[in-house]
T-cell receptor, first 114, second 114 residues
Framework: KAGVTQTPRYLIKTRGQQVTLSCSPISGHRSVSWYQQTPGQGLQFLFE???????NKGNFPGRFSGRQFSNSRSEMNVSTLELGDSALYLC?????????????FGDGTRLSIL | AQSVSQHNHHVILSEAASLELGCNYS??????LFWYVQYPGQHLQLLLK??????LVKGIKGFEAEFIKSKFSFNLRKPSVQWSDTAEYFC????????????FGSGTQLTVLP
């Protein structure tokens, strides 16, 4: 069974640009969550999607947005990129939402802002 | 909001030494607790989880963790570490019954010397 797939693996952008990251969950998983990982802040929750609806959102500015498609694939968009957005962005999937559902993580997309 | 503290940022051990990594959380209600591991160059993997029942939880690769509610702790243990256990370890919590938001600790880098 294929794991969570994130594309691209690496991305370099400049300040002010926007970026879209993609996540394909494990087959059959319908809940997708996004996290930002940085050396200074650690792993921080961005948002969660289920049935094409955002169910929960972390403490990030509106420049960070996402969506989920009918096949459960999810995209995350960051507009007006800032240097501080340089991070590893992780996607995690689970069968359904719920605190008892372990999440399975992808390898992440490493975003570097110049 | 809940928070998770991992006080050991970097632990260095020799092979066959015993391991205990500390994890404390701040939330007075019912929580679900997790330990994740990130081996070099790999994605986050679930090591073990606690939802309810026996507070001593056994995970993969000989790891175990004990939930002590009175101390708000969920420490990870292994009686005898191996070089292959070198990785970063993250404790995480979800408040039971809440929206789905994993809150992670800052992580502990474990280096096992051969």
């Amino acid at each position: 069974k294929a794991g969570v797939t994130q594309t691209p693996r690496y991305l370099i952008k400049t300040r002010g640009q926007q970026v879209t990251l993609s996540c394909s969950p494990i087959s059959g998983h319908r809940s997708v969550s996004w996290y930002q990982q940085t050396p200074g802040q650690g792993l921080q929750f961005l948002f969660e999607y289920f049935s094409e609806t955002q169910r929960n959102k972390g403490n990030f500015p509106g420049r960070f947005s996402g969506r989920q498609f009918s096949n459960s694939r999810s995209e995350m968009n960051v507009s007006t990129l800032e240097l501080g957005d340089s991070a590893l962005y992780l996607c995690a999937s689970s069968l359904v939402p719920g605190p008892n559902q372990p999440q399975h993580f992808g390898d992440g997309t490493r975003l570097s802002i110049l | 909001a809940q928070s998770v503290s991992q006080h050991n940022h970097h632990v260095i051990l020799s092979e066959a030494a015993s391991l205990e990594l500390g994890c404390n959380y701040s939330y007075g209600g019912t929580v679900n607790l997790f330990w994740y591991v990130q081996y070099p160059g790999q994605h986050l993997q679930l090591l073990l989880k606690y939802f309810s029942g026996d507070p001593l939880v056994k995970g993969i690769k000989g790891f175990e963790a004990e939930f002590i509610k009175s101390k708000f702790s969920f420490n990870l243990r292994k009686p005898s570490v191996q070089w292959s256990d070198t990785a970063e370890y993250f404790c995480a919590v979800i408040v039971s019954g809440s929206a789905r938001q994993l809150t992670f600790g800052s992580g502990t880098q474990l280096t096992v010397l051969p």
